[in-house]
């Protein structure tokens, strides 16, 4: 398992934009697929954005697409996750997951997939 730790959360207006950051502890970062999921209340973990080991895949849920942004940085241990024309829906706990990659290409989109987690970060847009 690695450790996780995300930040960049805060309250923001619809429309506007934020990042958020997850760092990892671990050395061979690069080994793992990384994913965001968020949690609002009342309502199960979901799946945001995930990244394969290479970056060269990535997916989104379909509420987010053409809106946020996945990314990673191996040489820094972290993934990176650009949130543009933020809406009140999209309010809710945002956690970064991490797990072991089979291959170059392969990310995952359950929850159960993932064996680390981060403590997560509020992100509140107000409309």
């Known amino acids: 398992q690695v450790q996780l730790v995300e930040s960049g959360g805060g309250l923001v207006q619809a429309g506007d934009s934020l990042r958020l950051s997850c760092a990892a502890s671990r050395p061979m970062f690069s080994i793992y697929v990384m994913g965001w999921f968020r949690q609002a209340p009342g309502k199960e973990r979901e799946f945001v954005a995930a990244?394969?080991?290479?970056?060269?895949?990535?997916g989104y849920a379909d509420s987010v697409k053409g809106r946020f942004t996945i990314s990673r940085d191996n040489a820094k241990n972290t993934v990176l996750l650009q949130m543009n024309s933020l809406k009140p829906e999209d309010t809710a706990v945002y956690y970064c997951?991490?797990?072991?990659?089979?291959?170059?290409?392969?990310?995952?989109?359950?929850?159960?997939?993932?064996?680390?987690w981060g403590q997560g970060t509020q992100v509140t847009v107000s409309s």
């Open positions: 997951a991490a797990t072991r990659a089979v291959d170059a290409r392969s990310y995952y989109l359950r929850p159960t997939e993932y064996n680390s």
């Open positions: 990244i394969s080991w290479s970056g060269g895949s990535t």
